[in-house]
């Protein structure tokens, strides 16, 4: 079974950048978006971005333009280059896995936007 683990969260300043990794373990179909939900302090989980492992990208209006998402199929990697942070960004990021939504999580990595 696929397991996923986030790496890169932290504090950041408002205007600032921050990047994730999420690496799968074991082998992730091809069939598989990979991809970013988050979640703040009461609120529901929320779509970020995902990318298909042709490389075909999605990402919530929220984050478009200073989100960039990539993945890196031979290290069953996908990352999240975030930049222009707002407080707003502040929540746990969760990367998730899955053909048609998303069948396997990772445990999630909180990032603060705060000066």
């Known amino acids: 079974q696929v397991q996923l683990v986030e790496s890169g969260g932290g504090l950041v300043q408002p205007g600032g950048s921050l990047g994730l990794s999420c690496a799968g373990s074991?082998?992730?179909?091809?069939?598989?978006?990979m991809g970013w939900y988050r979640q703040a302090p009461g609120k529901q989980r929320e779509f970020v971005a995902a990318?298909?492992?042709?490389?075909?990208?999605n990402y919530a209006d929220a984050v478009k333009g200073r989100f960039t998402i990539s993945r890196d199929n031979a290290k069953n990697t996908v990352y999240l280059q975030m930049n222009s942070l707002k407080p707003d960004d502040t929540a746990v990021y969760y990367c998730y896995a899955g053909v048609y939504s998303p069948t396997t999580w990772g445990q999630g990595t909180q990032v603060t936007v705060s000066s």
């Open positions: 074991g082998s992730i179909s091809s069939r598989y978006a």
């Open positions: 990318i298909t492992s042709r490389g075909i990208t």
